[in-house]
């Protein structure tokens, strides 16, 4: 599916995340992460991706594979974009940086399904890395949802009650990354779907995610 989210606004603004453009999307009923960039460099990319789509009508897997590096200082940190399935995000960037995590893994997703991503995470854990995720309630109903898995290998897993999604697909990491952008954790998101995410380097924007994360679990139950 095309599963983007985002706009681009006079070659300079770009306004991207999991927040589907809907009342109970941009209305605060759904948990969701919005990221707005101002770079002229970041505007580029997402135009370039846009006008792949609708000018040159390449959707999905039509869409040539690329190891394209689109990396930016902005303030006191760093933002990388990459766009699915062409750089396959889980694959190149999101597993090796759960390899590397070496304090904690916060997750807020919507679906969690990519069996990858559940070992590496099993693994973090055993290494001594603390793990929590907050899931939404249809996604832990889903017939390929892992987190039961991640529950087995003593892993805290919370599934949201209340009647707003947890739409979210976003990480924090180490207190330094946080990871985000319109990409659910499964193996359609990684090389099928048209999608973006962004990873930010940025441990101020990290300390705002963290808080966030942390409200949320307030308003979940170990369901």
Known sequence: IMHNKFFVVDG??????????????????????????????????????????????????????????????????????????????????????????????????FFLTHKHIVSDLIDAYNRGVRVRVIMDATGAKNGYTKHELLRAAGIAVKVEPWGGKMHMKSAVIDSEIVITGSMNWTSSGDNKNDENTIIVRSPALAKQYEAFFENCLLYTSPS
């Open 12 to 109: 300079r603004f770009v306004w991207t995340g999991s927040t589907n453009v809907s009342d109970s999307g941009t209305g605060g009923y759904n948990a969701n992460l919005v990221t707005v960039v101002e770079s002229d460099s970041v505007a580029a990319w997402y135009t370039e991706e846009f006008n792949q789509m609708y000018d040159r009508g390449l959707y999905h897997t039509r869409k040539p594979a690329t190891k394209a590096d689109r990396r930016v200082k902005l303030g006191n940190g760093e933002l990388e974009v990459l766009f699915s399935p062409q750089e396959a995000p889980i694959s190149s960037r999101i597993r090796p940086l759960i390899a590397r995590a070496k304090d904690h893994i916060d997750i807020a997703v």
